[in-house]
């Protein structure tokens, strides 16, 4: 297997190539984390300052709403999706994905899949303004036509994750090296595998609520109609029950990267790795039972307050341990601090902030005052950006040497991070205060009394998305060019992916390699 | 892959037009259902492209492995991935299932007025709880002016004494068998008798054709006769797209099996050790087969 990629444009087009179709993936969650983020921006200009300034009401309300749709399955997911690509395979010394074909149908999807909910911002009525959670009877009966358009595009996503989580879980299991059993692979893809597990479990429910909506906006159907007999709470619970594991797909990964980065730079084994391994399991498990937390105030019965309420609360236990872990990693090793590791200690303090905001909304009788109130906004915010964001960051920092061959330049690197760090905490941790004191979300206006919380945190929202050009800029500079990486990149980090060349050869392990384990 | 273990495939042209495809049945779809009139010439253009695609990959994918170049691993592979496709299916069943049980078993009684009651009293005045729907809310509530109408019969069991003029009875009798006849096809090849298997397998097929024949009919029969149509309030909403989603996975899986007997009979394929392409067909269409017991007991016998 001497040849290396195809010329030109079709090497993309047609490739089977886990690092391109991994690259592609980054990419293309890179362009929609930008779109996601200028959606953003329009947002937190809006609420600068109270009154309506820029847009009509409709059209922030179309921008919450793609705001969250972009972030969540255009950057989040597919991000992930393309680290997996990269890693899973050089982690357990496959020489590609199961089903290499299938792997690019699953990418291929999504450029349509957005060109179509995108162009939907054109369409007589606008683009979809039900907020990213759709709920009935907003989205079916008060919607505006492109819901159809939104509604496809959202099963056509759907069937891109699936095929790419079976070919995750089919790689996992069927191709990795002799000698590495489950309990000794990496921790980015066990938390992968149980992840792959989510997706394919919950994707098809996801796909169901759409299509009941689909059923009822154009063929008469009662699902979400209390004429005819249904619920509009329905929709809430079908949706949940999909919508709670997915908060979960976009974290569990987050945790496998963090669990790579900081034993390399704390110089010390991963403390707990079984641990880690059972506490994800865990958390995936409870992801099915917790669903209802998100609508405590819809009229449950006082017997589902209650168990949502409980086994929400659970949760912090196996999360507890995997922070535990992390610190007990770091404790008395001998740390450095380089960008993935600054990413990766800002993950565990601000996603923790965020893990306690979450069990300050688990609890059902509080959570009736915070209830669509800044403070969730808050709250989600903090384990999304510094949760999944920010852990993404640091695997690109951690790992993009080993793909092109360059290191970043550290300095640019840690301004970054700087930035990104001050502007994240400038934006979310004010929202707390004007949420507690009763700033409800999706709304362009609001009480004067919010207003000087809501210009800070617009200052640090820009303040944010600058820091991200500064990451393009590093990221773009680091391919083209910079000083040459070794083959280990790191300090004797762990892992069969620091054992091939800088940059990875275009084939890897086209012979399974020898796997000795540490721990 | 020279000198490596696991065929990894050159490049293709498949996944780039598979999702094009894919793309523009939908598109085209959502714009026939928004009323636009190029909608139908782009869903049809789509599904051409897609099913075109689809034709070219399974053929490559068949070819390859006549040339020998699947090893047991890759074969593994295919093994897992149609078993979580099928867990995927299950999910996607689970949804529609879960909404019948939360309507039955929540949503109408609190309608009716359990608990506070105040949406009965408030919405929906005189409204009482029964299943199978025959009385909407809006029809309880609002009389002659309801635009949410329930239907006029529905189709519940007749009791021991009608069962053997029960259609759902004999759908379920079809589907049974054909899954017996499957898996005798299925022992057939696994001893190299290529005649009984054609024969078993064409049976089932057979079957399948028969199961959507007496579906078609039953279909008609609610149209025409019951009243009982997509719009008849919650119980048509569940009974047609319960049945219906199954109703579709039946005529794939039908049409799967299809060409794996018209493979066997035209082509000669599969062999005794070699014959996931079948086996894929055959646990799809077991799975069927599984979700139509569930929908016999929870949506027939006690709907």
Excluded at chain 1, 241 to 247: I, S
Excluded at chain 1, 329 to 353: Q, Y
Excluded at chain 2, 84 to 101: K, N, T
Aim: aromatic residues 18%.
């Amino acid at each position: 297997m001497a040849h290396g990629p195809a010329k030109g444009i079709t090497r993309w087009l047609y490739t089977t190539n886990h690092k391109d179709i991994g690259s592609m993936y980054l990419w293309f969650s890179f362009a929609m984390f930008f779109l996601g983020g200028i959606f953003a921006l329009v947002i937190r200009a809006e609420l600068f300052q109270p009154g309506l300034q820029i847009v009509d009401p409709n059209f922030f309300n179309q921008m919450t709403t793609m705001h969250g749709l972009v972030m969540v399955f255009g950057a989040v997911m597919p991000a992930f999706v393309g680290l997996a690509n990269w890693m899973i395979p050089m982690q357990i010394g496959a020489p590609d994905m199961a089903l290499p074909r299938m792997n690019n149908w699953s990418f291929w999807i999504l450029p349509f899949a957005f060109a179509m909910l995108s162009s939907t911002l054109f369409m007589d009525g606008g683009a979809p303004n039900f907020g990213w959670t759709f709920y009935a009877p907003l989205s079916t009966t008060y919607a505006p036509p492109s819901v159809t358009f939104f509604i496809f595009a959202i099963h056509i996503m759907g069937a891109s994750s699936i095929m790419g989580a079976i070919n995750i879980i089919a790689t996992i299991v069927n191709m990795r090296a002799p000698g590495m059993t489950y309990m000794k692979m990496p921790l980015f893809v066990w938390t992968w595998l149980i992840t792959a597990f989510l997706l394919i479990a919950v994707m098809p429910v996801l796909a169901g609520v759409v299509t009941m909506m689909l059923m009822d906006i154009h063929f008469g159907t009662s699902f979400f109609d209390a004429a005819g007999g249904g619920d509009p709470v329905l929709f809430q619970h079908v949706f949940w029950f999909f919508g709670h594991p997915e908060v979960y797909i976009m974290i569990l990964p987050a945790f496998g990267i963090v669990s790579a980065i900081i034993p390399t730079f704390a110089r010390k084994p991963l403390f707990g790795y079984a641990s880690m391994v059972y506490a994800t399991a865990a958390i995936a498990f409870l992801s099915f039972v917790v669903w209802a937390h998100h609508m405590f105030t819809v009229g449950l019965p006082i017997a589902g307050e209650l168990f949502f309420m409980w086994a929400t609360m659970l949760i912090a236990v196996p999360t507890g341990v995997k922070v535990f872990n992390w610190v007990a990693t770091m404790f008395k090793g001998a740390m450095t601090f380089e960008t993935p590791m600054l990413f990766s200690i800002a993950f565990v303090i601000l996603f923790t902030i965020g893990g306690f905001s979450g069990l300050m909304l688990a609890i059902a009788p509080a959570d009736f005052q915070y209830h669509d109130t800044y403070f969730v906004v808050a709250h989600f915010h903090y384990v999304l950006v510094p949760g999944a964001i920010f852990s993404i960051t640091a695997g690109v920092y951690y790992w993009l040497p080993k793909w092109c061959g360059n290191m970043y330049n550290e300095t640019m690197g840690k301004l970054h991070f700087w930035l990104a760090f001050i502007g994240l905490n400038v934006t979310f941790f004010p929202m707390h205060f004007s949420g507690l004191a009763g700033m409800p979300r999706r709304i362009p206006d609001y009480n004067m009394m919010f207003a000087d919380w809501n210009m800070i945190s617009s200052v640090g929202a820009f303040l944010f998305g600058a820091a991200q050009v500064l990451f393009l800029y590093n990221v773009i500079a680091t391919i083209v060019g910079g000083k040459k990486a070794t083959d280990e990149v790191w300090e004797n980090p762990e892992g069969l992916e620091w054992t091939v060349p800088s940059p990875a050869p275009y084939h890897t392990f086209s012979e399974p390699p020898e796997f000795k384990s540490s721990h | 892959m020279s000198g490596g273990t696991y065929y990894v495939p050159e490049q293709s042209k498949l996944p780039i037009f598979a999702s094009f495809g894919l793309f523009l049945t939908v598109f085209g779809a959502a714009n026939w259902m928004n009323g636009n009139s190029s909608g139908p010439w782009l869903f049809f253009a789509g599904g051409l492209t897609f099913a075109a695609v689809l034709w070219n990959w399974f053929s490559i994918v068949i070819s390859e492995n006549m040339a020998g170049l699947n090893s047991p691993q890759l074969k593994r592979s295919y093994v897992i991935g149609m078993g979580w496709f099928i867990f995927s299916e299950v999910m996607f069943f689970a949804a529609f299932f879960g909404a019948l049980f939360y309507i039955r078993a929540l949503a109408l009684p609190w309608l009716a007025g359990e608990g506070d009651g105040v949406d009965n009293v408030l919405l929906w005045p005189g409204f009482a709880n029964e299943w199978p729907l025959m009385t909407t809310p809006d029809m309880a509530a609002n009389g002659e002016g309801a635009t949410k109408v329930g239907p006029d019969a529905a189709m519940s069991w007749p009791g021991f004494g009608g069962l053997f003029s029960w259609l759902p009875f004999w759908n379920t009798v079809v589907l049974l068998s054909s899954s017996v006849t499957v898996h005798f096809a299925h022992t057939a090849i696994k001893n190299n008798n290529r005649k009984q298997f054609n024969i078993m397998l064409g049976v089932t097929v057979l079957l399948g054709f028969i199961f959507l024949f007496l579906q078609a009919e039953e279909y008609i029969h609610a149209y025409h006769e019951l009243g009982l149509t997509l719009q008849s309030g919650i119980y048509g909403t569940t009974f047609f797209m319960l049945t219906g989603f199954h109703g579709a996975h039946v005529t794939m899986g039908t049409i799967m099996l299809l060409v794996m007997w018209l493979r066997s009979v035209l082509k000669g394929h599969f062999k005794p050790d070699d014959n996931f392409g079948f086996e894929a067909a055959s646990w799809y269409w077991h799975f069927v087969d599984v979700v139509w017991v569930g929908l016999f007991f929870v949506v027939y016998v006690f709907g």
